[in-house]
């Protein structure tokens, strides 16, 4: 199985989006979210690269090989918050019952004016954060995001909502220009997300244990988060089935510093920790995930590792890549 998310082209392409889109703006979301079955089935049966990769990670995961019944109910997952990015996107909040944990850790940073990096992943919905701004309307929100990547669905959520379109930073730039920006955007005070579990093709990696394997993560967001001093907040959107989403925010550090002399040290401490935040939490939801490539380095027979190993501290964990 090839290793590059980005070879991976988008399912459905513009009429399926559009489609889903219009049912669920005009139909409402209980008629939309009958559609889901179909769609879960399409995939099942036509997605094979998907659905091995479904199987791969919930067979870590659960620690059994992975059912059918399994797969279905991982895609189905992920199709409800494609769904529901709809209504998160267009503000339409009040149609979820969104719970959240650790904001005020969040907020501390914040008030004092400093800007803040939030990392995130593709474990559950970032989509789901968009409750921060009406829990906070006075900080701006700035989104890191490939705009080149799935551009049928990319258009479409900018048009959902416009605002936020205006302010995503590129993650596609180079990278000092995406440095710039984000400095740009903290200096100012802004809360500007991020996904840290994959990185863009060329782009700096460390490898680290994760879930029995051996997986490549980004070390750009970290190099940024050190280099311009910043405070960091782990961020997860867990969809928990009907209209529930549980969102959990946890302060990384206060202030990520490192000299030259031990930068390197210092980002893939970072790294190893976040992958041991991310793998406990993967475990704990593991139909959130929602990397359908092959994560990890080894080849098949990687898939059939135990997944009871313990995890990994959340103080002695994985690495990173780039903005992805």
């Not at 190099?223 to 990384?252: Q, S």
Request: with cysteine; proline share 6%; net charge positive.
């Amino acid at each position: 199985m090839n290793t590059n998310w980005k070879e991976r082209p988008e399912g459905g392409g513009w009429f399926a989006i559009w489609l889903i889109r219009s049912i669920g703006r005009y139909g409402g979301r209980s008629v939309a979210r009958a559609l889901l079955h179909p769609i879960t089935l399409y995939f099942l049966l036509r997605r094979p690269f998907e659905r091995e990769a479904s199987r791969r990670f919930l067979t870590r995961a659960l620690g059994r090989p992975a059912t059918t019944r399994d797969i279905a109910k991982h895609i189905h997952t992920f199709a409800s918050t494609i769904l529901d990015r709809v209504f998160l996107l267009s503000g339409e909040l009040d149609r979820f019952d969104i719970r959240t944990t650790g904001l005020d850790e969040l907020h501390e940073p914040l008030d004092r004016g400093q800007g803040v990096l939030l990392v995130g992943s593709h474990l559950g919905s970032f989509d789901a954060m968009r409750v921060l701004g009406t829990r906070r309307p006075q900080t701006k929100i700035r989104v890191v995001l490939d705009k080149k990547h799935n551009v049928a669905m990319q258009t479409l959520l900018d048009a959902l909502n416009p605002e936020l379109a205006a302010n995503i930073i590129d993650g596609g730039m180079d990278g000092p220009s995406v440095l710039l920006a984000i400095k740009e955007a903290t200096d100012e005070g802004a809360l500007v997300a991020l996904l840290v579990d994959r990185a863009q093709p060329g782009a700096p990696t460390l490898d680290v244990p994760f879930m029995g394997g051996t997986a490549s993560f980004p070390t750009g967001p970290w190099m940024i988060a050190a280099m311009l001093k910043l405070p960091v907040c782990t961020a997860f959107g867990l969809y928990r089935g009907g209209n529930r989403y549980d969102l959990d925010f946890t302060m990384f550090s206060d202030r990520l510093v490192a000299d030259r002399h031990n930068r390197a040290a210092v980002i893939a401490d970072c790294v190893r920790r976040y992958a041991g935040i991310l793998e406990a939490t993967a475990r704990q939801s593991p139909y959130n995930w929602f990397n359908f490539f092959d994560f990890w380095r080894e080849t098949d027979h990687a898939a059939t590792l135990p997944a009871s190993a313990p995890a990994a501290d959340a103080g002695d964990a994985v690495g990173p890549r780039r903005i992805a």
